[in-house]
């Protein structure tokens, strides 16, 4: 049988690994990226640097898309529209399920098919078994492609036809995980006020993100059911204690910014009638807009 080929556009340090990991399994592996000398450590192992996305494209069945967003796609695809059809499009680069879900109607228009996807890992781990990415659009796609799709990541996790589903999976991740990284941040600055370094509370602060999946099992049976009772914890403590993480920043002389928007949050919900209730709260408050 003739070698697996797959066409990789876009060499942000996500392209890179991916078209790395398929350049690790075998595969004939083509490029485009808009810098092209992006391409150069990988064409020196092995890989063909496209003149034009179209000449991209028409090298392989399979083409993955690693872009900053999907409106990249457009600048880069329009001029080779003639080649969509009969291809397949995995479009890894993070948007709204709406501009997903549009991108897939753009390729399916033009006779391709599209499958969205949202990789829920960094760089050096593209590659590897355990990583995982959601995928969202036809299943037949999905699972006629699987095996290249797991060369990117391990494990795949298919969540159903609606090509914007794969892309709200993923921006729920990241609406966790950037905000996340940030209170660390803000952790860490206040820690260097005080000449700790980053690497020192590091260990507190791995034990303490361990520790998050218990909250989430604990309030997430409760949300659904609409239980906000006070009886772990009560937003008016919660207030307090954001107040004084506010304060232990500013006295070090440190920008309070971020914890000053979470104690916003906690206020409202006092100001709302529920410091009594739990700070999960919260939620509702949110979907109120
Ligand atoms: P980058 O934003 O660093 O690179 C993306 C690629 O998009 C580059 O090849 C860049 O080209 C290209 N690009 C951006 N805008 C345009 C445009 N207007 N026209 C043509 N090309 C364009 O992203 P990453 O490689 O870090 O990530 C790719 C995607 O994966 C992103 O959507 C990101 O959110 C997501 N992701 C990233 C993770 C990470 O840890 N980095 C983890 C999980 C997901 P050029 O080289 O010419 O600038």
Not at 95 to 107: H, L, M, N, S
Not at 276 to 281: K, L, N, Q, V
């Amino acid at each position: 049988p003739s070698t697996a080929t797959v066409t990789v556009i876009g060499l942000g340090p996500m392209g890179q690994a991916m078209a790395a990991a398929y350049l690790d399994r075998g595969y004939r592996v083509t490029l485009w990226n808009r810098t092209a000398s992006r391409a150069d450590a990988l064409v020196e192992r092995g890989a063909t640097l496209a003149a034009t996305p179209e000449q991209a494209l028409r090298a392989s069945d399979l083409t993955v898309l690693s872009l900053t967003d999907f409106d990249a796609m457009y600048g880069i695809l329009e001029p080779a529209e003639a080649a969509i059809a009969g291809r397949t499009l995995v479009n890894l680069s993070s948007d709204t399920p709406e501009k997903a879900r549009a991108g897939a109607r753009w390729v399916t228009e033009l006779g391709g098919t599209h499958l969205t996807g949202g990789v829920l890992c960094p760089p050096p781990l593209i590659g590897t078994p355990d990583a995982s990415t959601f995928y969202s659009g036809p299943r037949a796609a999905y699972d006629t492609h699987r095996a290249a799709l797991e060369v990117i990541t391990g494990k795949t996790d298919y969540r159903g036809e609606d090509p914007g589903l794969a892309a709200l999976m993923y921006q729920l991740n990241m609406a966790i995980f950037w905000p996340s990284m940030i209170a660390y941040w803000q952790a860490v600055a206040v820690a260097g006020a005080h000449g700790i370094t980053a690497a020192e509370i590091a260990p507190y602060a791995t034990e303490n993100f361990a520790g998050m999946g218990h909250f989430i099992d604990f309030y997430a049976p409760r949300i659904d059911a609409g239980n906000h009772a006070g009886d772990v914890d009560r937003t008016a403590m919660g207030l307090a204690s954001m107040d004084h993480v506010v304060h232990t920043a500013t006295d070090a002389g440190v920008n309070a910014a971020f914890p000053e928007a979470v104690r916003d949050v906690f206020r409202r919900v006092v100001e709302a009638g529920h410091g009594a209730d739990s700070f999960s709260r919260a939620v509702e408050l949110m979907r109120k807009g």
